[in-house]
């Protein structure tokens, strides 16, 4: 059974930094993209940023210049640094593997900008 499962998640004041992990397993393929996902209360889910399996990443503009993704070495895991956190991005964050129009998700980390 695949899984992802996110960490990293937390309270942080604005201007702060969180670096979000997600590791896969059950799994002998490479997913083909990895991505983060984001969702606040009360708003729908938005595409924060892609990595591809060749190490490829791209970020939403609203997340631009701050946040990196990057693509670990066991090719199934994925993470997120955040830097110059904004209370804007408060929102439950979670880690996508997609291979062959297949997706895979995970439950979901929690981050929280606030003062």
């Known amino acids: 059974q695949v899984q992802l499962v996110e960490s990293g998640g937390g309270l942080v004041q604005p201007g702060g930094s969180l670096r979000l992990s997600c590791a896969a397993s059950?799994?002998?393929?490479?997913?083909?993209?990895m991505r983060w996902y984001r969702q606040a209360p009360g708003k729908e889910r938005e595409l924060v940023a892609t990595?591809?399996?060749?190490?490829?990443?791209t970020v939403a503009d609203s997340a631009k210049g701050r946040f990196t993704i990057s693509r670990g070495i066991g090719k199934n895991t994925v993470y997120l640094q955040m830097n110059s956190l904004k209370p804007e991005d408060t929102a439950v964050y979670s880690c996508?593997?997609?291979?062959?129009?297949?997706?895979?998700w995970g439950k979901g980390t929690l981050v929280t900008v606030s003062a």
């Open positions: 990595v591809t399996r060749g190490g490829t990443p």
């Open positions: 996508n593997g997609e291979r062959n129009g297949i997706d895979y």
């Open positions: 059950g799994i002998i393929f490479s997913f083909t993209f």
